[in-house]
């Protein structure tokens, strides 16, 4: 009997604790019992005030937003929205979708989601009546049953080729329904998280029943073809608590492979896979959401596969900018150490992919490590996507050019504007975490933040001219004296390993280490992890100032990266640097010759590209002469840090500078 009791009472908790969510029901956030055992500090709690990101997030409320929802419009996508209401409304006969790609419902949702988190750092009542308007065209466009997908919609009789004549049969390969249901839900989950409004969330929600009751075990047995669908189930999961949407995450992950494409990673079932292939955008979203799902619901086989495959890409696939994807044919990894420059695909949403794979694994295990790769995503590969202006993007992002470059202010696939529109506004969630009574400090640069830790709230105040300088001072303001750890992370490339694996190393140890004081009296706290651990109860007057070798760095790749013998990268602080046609002689830096053991000179300019810091020192140029000779000629180079090229035209730039005649260019 007493067993019985119990089971009724399990079963009595599980019915009211997991009870679905209606779309017409009020909808609360809650804390979830199993998740990750660390949590990140949301970017509402990290007030940035520094020189550095600051200014390119206020750019998107000025810039960035106000261009793409223009081009929103513009380009038709908004659009094919209309079209869908309309046709639903039978107030047309035929219509025609009106742009290029069925995912490019996906651009609304995503500067939606943008616009959700700049909404939560300061009020803009234009943004909030822009962003309040495609909602609402996006209601207009869902079909009864919930399906919400334009590309059909607007003409179900003639759909877009990738789109498949019925619904889902081309789901594994092109359509990228789910894909476009995944953005919808990480954009309603956003917009009611920061606004409090439920209406795009009701959208979500009726989208995601249908998901769930058309897939699954003994339903329709496929994966999407483009993986992001997981990650959107998740989002929504955490929102509604709805446990039908992590089992519909964890089924997708679950349903893929074996005997599939490795384009789309399906060749083998997720849990059995240990190299990085095919597509990077989608193995990035693939990888976060194997992540995701391992930390809600205790499969650990997720994680192991994980764990292989992101010492795949840290040993034999990252370029030494962060980005990963070498190759344009299909968007997708290379072979182990095929890095080529001139050719480097590097899209930028793959290197944001790049960042929530690597935060998810910090998450999961805390080690520093996985902070170092997202920090040099974070500042090269993934910033040279979006230009000074805030209104031109890259969508590849290549180490070396001849001029062929150019940034444009959209593409007629513009997934990489849009993903920056998001991702942008959210930097500060990456600079602080919290597990227990510890505090990580991961990234570095003036802020003050309110840290909750121990049911109290923890204030810590940066001060610092980082990345152009190390020095850091860091306040710690608890409300009471509080007993706690600090972590601070030291940076790879402060302790003499660029990432870690044995792809890139220096080639001079640092002439000076890192140095840490604590209210002025300089300590040696034990490094665990890359994190210097300083405990001790701390008081509201509390300082520490860190002293991180602002040194440049030469960098040699693995021999084994053929592209990149006989020449050497520059890097100071967490920036790798490039030669850029505008600041050199001739306006040719590929003929460029550079001896990495000179003495290398830096200055910051504030008048070049926003206000740098550049790096100076002595070259060759070679040079062929008439009778096939080459002559050698010394001049000075300037280098710029390599997320700030290609803001001044096309021309040439390289990120890997030759060190002998034989690996140069010669003009």
Known sequence: MRLIFIFVLVVIWVTTAYQPVSPTQTVHIFSLSQDYPIHPVSFTQVHLVDSFWKPRIDKMYTVTIPHELDELWVTGRVRNFQLAALTLAHQVDTAHFCTAYPFDDTDLYKVIEGISYLLALKSDPILKRRMDSLIQIIQAAQEPDGYLYTARTVNPNNPPAWSGLQRWVNV??????????????QAAAAN????????????????????????????????????????????????????????????????????????????????????????????????????????????????????????????????????????????????PYQLP?????????????????????????????????????????????????????????????????????????????TNLARFIPTVGEYFYATQANQIYVNLY????????????????????????????????????STHFVLKLRIPGWARNQPIPSDLYTFHHYLSTPYTIKLNGILIQPKLQNGYAVIERTWDKDDQIELDLPMEVRVIHANQQVKDDRGKIALQLGPLVYCLEWPDNPDHHVLNMIVNP????????????????????????????????????????FKAIPYYAWANRGPGEMTVWIPTRIDTAHTL
Not at 348 to 365: E, G, P, Q
Not at 368 to 376: G, I, Q
Not at 597 to 624: C, M, R, W
């Open 341 to 417: 420059n001139l050719t480097a695909y590097n899209e930028t949403c793959a290197s944001i992919a790049n960042v929530y794979f690597n935060h998810r694994m910090f998450l999961t295990y805390g080690d520093a490590k996985y902070y170092d790769v997202l920090e040099r995503t974070l500042y090269n590969a993934l910033l040279s996507g979006l230009s000074l202006s805030g209104n031109e993007f890259y969508y590849p992002n290549p180490l070396e050019s001849i001029g062929q470059y150019q940034r444009s202010l959209w593409f007629s696939c513009s997934c990489c504007p």
């Open 597 to 636: 053991d000179q003495h290398f000179t830096t200055s910051y300019e504030p008048n070049l590209l926003n206000g740098v810091l550049v790096i100076k020192g002595e070259a060759l140029t070679a040079k062929k002469t008439l009778d096939g000779h080459i002559d050698t000629f010394h001049q000075s």
């Open 172 to 185: 594994e390969k092109l359509s990228h329904e789910l894909y476009c249901s995944g953005h919808l839900f």
């Open 192 to 335: 009611f998280t920061y606004t409090g409004d439920s209406t795009l969330l009701k959208v979500a929600i009726k989208n995601a029943d249908l998901l769930y009751r058309t897939f699954g075990w003994g339903k329709l047995e496929k994966y999407p073809g483009h993986p992001e669908v997981e990650l959107g189930l998740v989002s929504l999961y955490r929102v509604t608590k709805d446990p039908r949407y992590l089992n519909l995450a964890k089924f997708f992950l679950d349903v893929r492979g074996p005997g599939g494409s490795s384009y789309e990673q399906a060749q083998q079932k997720v849990i059995d896979q240990r190299k990085a292939v095919g597509h990077a955008v989608r193995a990035g979203y693939l990888y976060s959401a194997m992540a995701d799902v391992s930390a809600l619901t205790g499969n650990r086989a997720y994680l192991r596969a994980d764990n292989y495959i992101w010492n795949d890409i840290v040993s034999t696939q990252l370029y030494v900018t962060g980005g990963i994807g070498a190759t344009s044919n299909g968007e997708a990894f290379g072979n």
């Open 445 to 480: 640069g003036a802020n003050h933040a309110d840290i909750p830790l121990n049911h109290d709230t923890v204030h810590i105040i940066q001060q610092t001219n980082y990345p152009w300088s190390g020095k850091i001072a860091i306040y710690v303001r608890p409300t009471q």
